[in-house]
């Protein structure tokens, strides 16, 4: 299993990583993707990755971290190393009334802008989008960048049926959390039911988002991943490791990565 999408930097994590890992490792989670939310902290999530095996980063600015002091530098310089696979976290987030909407978009703008020509410079990735509430506003921003759709891969999906569809129509991946685990999330069963399973990943997300065998532990951990796998294989109806196989197939295609077995 690899869990895409983790904030291993977060201080709930602190002085904690190697332990986080070996349990990780002991039940399967082979590799992990931790995932930046600041442009000062995407050059921490790339230290880290090149101190541990199996851990890859990115480099972006959450839409939520909107309002925090940005240098595009930071971010190219963090994009520059050898184990940064992807941009992002980016997107729009309209649950929360801050940062304001229209701050968001314009780093966001910025932020493409800024991807779109070091694309061109050769440091070409897939992009992590977070989109909570905003789906109808952010599919056409990324659209109009003219990067490559399946390139785009929808993390943390929460939406409902009718949003995993315009996300699939527009091209993306999705990829699940927890969220999926819990038995009142009827609507996003559905949804998941939708998406092809060649189209999936898989993440925690953590220190958020327990499933619901572990739920209301804090802080979740990428080990937990395989509870969002099993789930999503009960909803598709399909044998959980050939399921397994092909989230982890996704996944190295996904990112370019080939994590050691």
């Known amino acids: 299993m690899i869990d895409t999408h983790c904030h291993l930097t977060f201080p709930e994590f602190s002085g904690q990583v190697e332990s986080v890992l070996t349990a990780a ?38 839409p939520l971290y909107a309002d925090s002091p940005r240098d595009w530098h930071e971010m190219h310089r963090a994009a520059l190393h050898p184990k940064c696979v992807a941009w992002g976290e980016l997107g729009l987030d309209r649950h929360y009334d801050k940062p304001p909407l229209e701050m968001q978009r314009n780093v966001l703008d910025e932020q493409l802008a800024n991807i779109i020509r070091w694309t061109g410079e050769g440091l070409a990735k897939p992009v992590i989008v977070h989109c909570r509430e905003a789906f109808a506003d952010l599919i056409p921003i990324l659209a109009s960048s003219g990067l490559p759709r399946e390139r785009f891969v929808f993390h ?106």
Not at 29 to 47: D, K
Not at 167 to 190: K, M, N
Not at 207 to 221: C, D, K, M, S, T
């Open 156 to 261: 943390c999906f929460t939406g409902t049926r009718e949003d995993a569809r315009a996300v699939l129509d527009f091209g993306a991946s999705i990829s699940f959390t927890g969220v999926v685990t819990y038995p009142s999330a009827r609507e996003l069963h559905e949804a998941a039911r939708l998406v092809p399973i060649d189209r999936m990943m898989v993440e925690t997300d953590a220190p958020f988002l327990a499933p619901q065998p572990v739920r209301g532990q804090w802080p979740n951990e990428p080990r937990h991943v395989v509870h969002v796998a099993q789930a999503l294989a009960a909803i598709h109806g399909i044998d959980p490791q050939e399921l397994e196989r092909t989230l982890d197939s996704n996944a190295e295609r996904f990112f370019g990565v080939r994590w050691e077995r």
């Open 25 to 62: 490792r002991a039940v399967g989670v082979r590799g992990v993707v931790t995932v930046a939310t600041t442009t000062a902290n995407a050059l921490e999530c790339v230290a880290l990755a090149d101190a541990q095996v199996g851990v890859f980063a990115s480099a972006g600015v959450h």
